[in-house]
């Protein structure tokens, strides 16, 4: 499929013309078919942070002449490895907000899968409950086909800088008796929130948009330590 192509850039414009409230699970597909190489604009500066406080690279349906072009697909390495989400605009003026917004785990989900809404096996499995006649815990660190390399840079960066975090870390735990039973853990604990569970679980919801949507990802419990885990740099 040909990258800055015009014709998904006017997909794009008619599904923006669609209201908000009216956006189905088919409108939903439309986009994620059109969105990847669809010819786009960017700004300057090109990445600003949201509400969120998340960095975003901004796209935005271009005006009429001639342009710089960017896409999607064409940029997806440089957001990777910089730890960026993407915001898409209806039009230069940014005026009505974005019209969709890709966190980076939406952005590795595609990369890996070649789906936004994260790994379409996965979310078979993950609603069926986890059945086992015993309970064996495995702990591995997570391979460059589940986590790369760049996403664990970026999380940890992130857990540095927002956190204070001194040496975040990562493992992947199997436990037939979690659902879905295949986890990623990282090294925040109760103890350092002062036994606070609403602050661990809004630092938990944070960490969330860097990951795959039908990943699951939990804190560190009190009687592990992270011996076993790989820092995340």
């Known amino acids: ?11 794009l414009a008619a599904l923006f013309a669609t209201p908000r409230e009216q956006r189905d699970s088919a409108w939903i597909q439309g ?12 700004f300057t500066p090109q990445v600003e942070y949201g509400p969120d406080q998340f960095p975003y690279f901004q796209l935005a349906i271009p005006d009429p002449g001639p ?23 209806g039009d230069s003026t940014r005026a009505n907000g974005p019209q969709w917004v890709f966190s980076y785990g939406d952005l590795l989900s595609y990369n890996l899968y070649g789906h936004f809404d994260g790994d379409p096996n996965e979310a078979n499995q993950a609603s069926a409950p986890a059945q086992s006649a015993g309970r064996e815990v495995l702990q591995a660190a997570p391979s460059e086909s589940y986590f790369p390399a760049r996403a664990r840079r970026s999380l940890g960066r992130y857990m540095r800088r927002m956190f204070q975090h001194p040496d975040p870390k990562v493992t992947l735990v199997m ?59």
């Not at 499929?1 to 997909?11: I, N, Y």
């Not at 078919?33 to 010819?39: G, M």
């Not at 896409?71 to 910089?82: G, P, R």
């Not at 949507?213 to 009687?223: A, G, Q």
Request: aromatic share 12%.
């Open 1 to 11: 499929m040909p990258k800055f192509d015009l014709t998904k850039t006017s997909e």
């Open 31 to 42: 986009f994620y078919s059109a969105v990847p190489d669809a010819t786009l604009m960017s």
């Open 67 to 89: 342009l710089t072009p960017f896409c999607v697909s064409h940029v997806l390495d440089y957001i990777l490895d910089n730890g960026l989400g993407i915001a898409i605009f």
């Open 175 to 233: 436990d037939p008796q979690l659902n879905p039973p295949r986890n990623l853990m990282i090294n925040l604990t109760l103890a350092q929130y002062q036994g606070d569970r609403s602050k661990l679980d809004a630092a938990m919801r944070y960490l969330t948009w860097f990951i795959p949507r039908t990943y699951s990802l939990m804190p560190m419990p009190p009687e592990w330590n992270d011996s076993g885990f790989v820092p995340l740099d």
